[in-house]
């Protein structure tokens, strides 16, 4: 009787230790991780190109300034011209507007560089910004998923333990303090299955005698070797 329930507790325990460390929550753990890397990352690169387009509508707005400033210069200097009669002036101011006209030929070129540049950056945010989106909704469904299997194994973890204090119940405190003590020495199964003739842990080959009385069930038994409790399945 003990020795079936014991292998209860055996199989509980080792579904128990499953449960705790299981590979999917690690696996995810990961990945949320990865995917926070991912997200900060491309964050940075979005918010540098946000200002970078930033500084250079205010680039754009300066040069706006100076190319009306500088038009009106012409202006003026057109209307001198023609209420002038000085050869000297005249001359002068038609090499002002030259060179004025030629600066603003060059600041308008400037922003038209500069509104390439814009669209280019734009676009590249724009792609950045679907990215993030994209990674973040990623992002929650991994979380979501987690948290939805956390859970689960949670409750699973909780169920099992509510069915061993049943079992220890019925088990001699003896064997179970025994058992309990084995299990915290060794870190895991104080209990192990026999294989043929074998210990399925330490691989020991049990007298024969032992493995019959084991199948009858009439005792609880340990291994001769490593002391953990023959289970017969
Ligand atoms: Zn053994």
Same mark, same amino acid.
């Given at each position: 009787?003990?020795?079936?329930? &014991? ?10 230790? +499953? ?27 979005? $918010?540098? &190109? ?13 040069? *706006?300034?100076?190319?009306?400033? !500088?038009?009106?210069?012409?202006? /003026?200097a057109?209307?001198?011209l023609?209420?002038? =009669?000085?050869?000297? !002036?005249?001359?002068q101011l038609e ?6 006209? =030629? ?7 400037? *922003?038209?560089?500069? !509104? !390439? ?13 679907? @990215? ?19 859970? @689960? ?7 099992? /333990? ?6 220890? @119940? ?9 058992? +309990?003590?084995?299990? %915290? ?9 026999? %294989?043929?003739?074998? #210990?399925?842990?330490?691989? /020991? ?7 019959? $009385? &084991? ?7 340990? #291994?001769? %070797? #490593? ?7």
């Amino acid at each position: 009787m003990d020795n079936y329930l &014991l292998y209860e507790i055996f199989i509980i325990d080792s579904r128990l230790e +499953e449960l705790k460390k299981n590979n999917k929550i690690q696996e995810m753990t990961k990945k949320i991780s990865e995917f926070k890397a991912k997200y900060d990352m491309s964050k940075r690169r979005y $918010e540098q &190109l946000v200002l970078m387009i930033k500084d250079k509508h205010i680039k754009q707005k300066e040069i *706006a300034e100076k190319i009306k400033k !500088l038009y009106h210069e012409v202006d /003026m200097a057109e209307g001198e011209l023609y209420s002038s =009669s000085n050869i000297k !002036l005249l001359n002068q101011l038609e090499e002002k507007i030259k060179y004025t006209r =030629s600066q603003i030929k060059k600041l308008e070129d400037d *922003a038209f560089e500069l !509104l !390439l540049e814009i669209e280019e950056i734009t676009k590249d945010a724009q792609h950045i910004g679907a @990215e993030l989106k994209n990674i973040k909704e990623q992002f929650e469904e991994v979380k979501e998923n987690l948290n939805e299997q956390k859970l @689960e194994i949670e409750n699973s973890i909780a169920e099992l /333990m509510k069915k061993r204090e049943k079992i220890v @119940e019925k088990i001699d405190k003896g064997i179970i303090s025994e058992y +309990e003590e084995l299990k %915290n020495k060794t870190g895991k199964g104080a209990a192990t299955l026999i %294989n043929g003739s074998y #210990c399925s842990a330490c691989r /020991m080959q049990l007298p024969l005698m032992l493995v019959e $009385e &084991l199948k009858n069930k009439k005792t609880l038994t340990k #291994c001769p %070797n #490593c002391r953990r409790f023959l289970i017969v399945e």
